[in-house]
């Protein structure tokens, strides 16, 4: 069959700004069968594969893109999910712009194929219909433990359940999925989904132990001394990061964290028929520009607030997050403030009134390679808000540091680890995700949590009896 | 789920539970805490740990029912469950070998006193302490203090029991009166431990606080909980509770803590009201 040679992707349905502002359901509602085929024989096929090799999990693309244009959906899925444990939620969430539709062949002259909707597609169809059965699995009874029920941690899990180990995760909260559930909102991946896909990954019978944080319930050394062989730590960089500026414990500054946990995992949103509140003024400044930046302004929106501002000090092109998410904040009527850099926040009889910020132009390149933003002299002016959310990311929680001796960890707060096997400084225990990388993203997370379990089964394999 | 095994009134508005939570129990110290969610749809309120036994592998707590979450929470009966119960939370206190200390417990802060000046007798400290309350009801856990305290001193502020009078006023008498202490560990309402420092700043007298604020996780992921210590931001979860009461900035707490008094009917804190 000669391939479709349109230069733009089939577009995906979409619920309308005007109306989506108003809920919290999902924006993208996804291809139908008919629409999938049509994307799918966009793909040429190509021999060397150069999607494969923008994917940090290695997802074979062009295979299961061929099996959705025959119409073989079940196929596909399986094909799919032999590299992505999660892709309903790769699908939603990944920046395909950067990884594999960056490296598309198709992309030279028009769109790339729009493979990330179409591993959404697959996924979707799949969980409709998705049956219980368990794969048949021999265990091997060496027992390895996983701090942290987030996107490495159950990557990680799931590779090794797949390989006979017995796997216990040990997550924090009340909730598995770390910053699937508490981070992203529910318009743009919702949590019904999100717990199934997790439940599908860890049918091979991990265990899950809730309300354990490791470091303070339990330490990695009494993990080992429990008779754990190995332990993955994702614990993700969950510690925010405020502006450290002058007004930012004013009530009404909230980290993007608190304000995002409040309304997801905690449905804020659905006060008071849901005992979490979440205060929020008409007007909402949120600072920074990466996705979770960009999933605050827009929650904020949907709270009600009449003007969202985003403030970022560098310019649109610099903006981190992904394009879909900047486009469709612009159309649910996002105001952006590019160069424009908060330096106090200002309020009256302890609540937030204002902020004051300074103008910044790009100057030279630093060392990411972006142009530096340099403050504007005499650029200073308040803009009226009651709320401000602070999305400048995160670092890593101290609590695993402090309580595990021998673990190296950067200045940051990072974990040290050797990329290829993510093995750190101390022996069997490995790590991944953002508490080494620093805030990035779900599926460079699900790429370490991948190689971890690879090395971690090199490491234990001849300990499996015979 | 986290089976209550027992529950008891303290007094019309304090109750303690015992609830079976081994992974708690078994690392818990003096000045940790929990936060726990009576059912799936709950809430996730901070409070602190009165006592715990690694042995037995469980936690007991001491709570007002001031809000929703605790009014719930005060709905269950023993042999029930709650859906979350997860810590120990927050740094333990330090405890140093000193001569002479002395506990000040306004309201329900008496039970987080408890375990920290049980274990200061432990380690042979000489431990003295003032309770206080609005009235007589409201002093709690005075039998288990009496089994180790040197001295006990009550203080009511109708006088119903005790002293008349504040916390701060008996304080004053006693160090005006020529005893010495080494250190203050004042644990109530955050206007107490206000004016509990105010006082022994002037005596120069170290004196440490528990602060127990807003909190949604207690790992340090929210970030809700931030208060200005000595001039610097601090997460009353992750880095404390307790701090150096003569650093800790109280006006910018109490303003916080009222953040969402108007939804004061669903009180997602649990401030340590006397």
């Keep these: 069959m000669a391939p479709n040679m349109s230069p733009r992707k089939v577009p995906i349905p979409e619920q309308k700004p005007e109306e989506r502002v108003k809920n919290f359901n999902e924006v993208a509602l996804g291809y139908t069968p008919e629409q999938a085929k049509e994307e799918a024989t966009r793909c040429l096929q190509c021999k060397h594969r150069p999607c494969v090799a923008g994917c940090p999990v290695n997802v074979l693309i062009p295979e299961f893109i061929k099996k959705v244009s025959e119409g073989d959906f079940d196929e596909a899925y399986r094909v799919l999910t032999t590299e992505n444990s999660l892709p309903a939620i790769c699908g939603r969430v990944c920046p395909q712009e950067t990884q594999c539709e960056a490296l598309c062949v198709r992309g030279k002259k028009g769109e790339p194929v729009g493979i990330g909707r179409l591993e959404r597609f697959v996924a979707d169809y799949a969980m409709e219909k998705r049956s219980g059965e368990v794969p048949a699995i021999e265990k091997n009874g060496i027992r390895v433990a996983i701090a942290g029920g987030g996107p490495a941690g159950l990557t990680c899990a799931g590779e090794l359940a797949r390989l006979g180990y017995d796997v216990t995760i040990f997550e924090a909260l009340h909730a598995l999925g770390g910053v699937l559930m508490y981070g992203i909102p529910e318009f743009r991946l919702p949590k019904k989904l999100v717990e199934k896909e997790i439940a599908g990954a860890l049918k091979l019978g991990v265990k899950i132990e809730k309300n354990v944080i490791i470091g303070k319930s339990i330490t990695i050394d009494e993990l080992f001394g429990d008779g754990f062989k190995a332990v993955f730590v994702g614990c993700g960089a969950g510690l925010p990061s405020f502006m450290k500026i002058e007004g930012e414990n004013l009530n009404g500054v909230y980290s993007a964290n608190e304000f995002l946990t409040r309304v997801n995992l905690m449905k804020a949103y659905d006060f008071p028929r849901s005992p979490t509140p979440v205060r929020m003024g008409k007007r909402v400044a949120v600072i920074g520009g990466g996705n979770v930046a960009m999933d605050a302004a827009r929650t904020a929106k949907r709270l009600g607030a009449d003007e969202v501002y985003i403030v970022y000090r560098r310019s649109e092109k610099e903006l981190p997050a992904r394009l879909e998410e900047i486009h469709h904040a612009k159309e649910e009527g996002i105001v952006f403030r590019l160069l424009t850099n908060p330096v106090k926040i200002v309020g009256k009889d302890g609540w937030v009134t204002g902020m004051e910020c300074v103008e910044m132009e790009l100057g030279e390149p630093d060392e990411s390679g972006r142009r530096r933003p340099v403050v504007k002299k005499e650029s200073n002016f308040v803009f009226p808000v009651e709320t401000v959310i602070v999305a400048i990311g995160g670092t890593p929680n101290p609590l695993i540091r402090q309580t595990t001796p021998g673990l190296e960890v950067q200045k940051w707060g990072g974990i040290v680890v050797d990329e290829a096997t993510m093995k750190t400084s101390k022996e069997n225990v490995y790590a991944g995700g953002d508490i080494v990388t620093g805030a990035a993203t779900v599926i460079l997370a699900m790429g370490a949590g991948k190689k971890a379990a690879k090395a971690i089964h090199e490491a234990l394999q001849n300990k499996i009896p015979a | ?274």
């Design chain 2, 1 to 274: 789920m986290y089976e209550i095994l027992s529950k008891k009134k303290l007094n019309n508005n304090v109750e303690e539970m015992v609830i079976r939570a081994p992974y708690v129990a078994r690392r818990c110290e003096p000045g940790q805490f929990v936060i726990l969610r009576v059912d799936d749809e709950g809430e996730r309120i901070p409070l602190t740990i009165a006592e715990y036994d690694a042995a037995q592998g469980t936690v007991s707590i001491i709570y007002q029912v001031v809000g929703f979450s605790t009014r719930k929470l005060s709905e269950k009966k023993a042999g029930e469950s709650i859906a979350d119960f997860v810590g120990p939370l927050g740094r333990p206190t330090q405890l140093h070998a000193h001569k002479r200390v002395i506990g000040i417990g306004g309201g329900v802060g008496a039970a987080p006193l408890y375990p920290q000046l049980r274990k200061l007798n432990d380690m042979g400290v000489a431990v003295d302490l003032i309770l206080g309350a609005r009235n007589k009801d409201l002093i709690i856990l005075e039998d288990k203090f009496r089994a180790f305290c040197k001295n006990i001193y009550i203080t009511t502020d109708d006088g119903s029991y005790g002293t008349k009078g504040l916390v701060t006023d008996k304080l004053k008498e006693l160090v005006e009166a020529g005893n010495r202490y080494d250190e203050v560990i004042a644990i109530g309402p955050v206007i107490m431990m206000k004016f509990v420092s105010l006082l022994t700043r002037k005596y120069n007298l170290k004196t440490s606080v528990s602060l127990n604020p807003v909190m949604i996780d207690g790992t340090g992921m929210c970030g809700g909980c931030r208060v200005t210590v000595g001039g610097e931001t601090k997460f009353a979860c992750v880095d404390g509770p307790d701090f150096d009461g003569h650093l800790v900035d109280y006006d910018e707490l109490m303003r916080r803590q009222g953040m969402y008094k108007t939804e004061e009917a669903h009180a997602c804190k649990i401030g340590l009201k006397g």
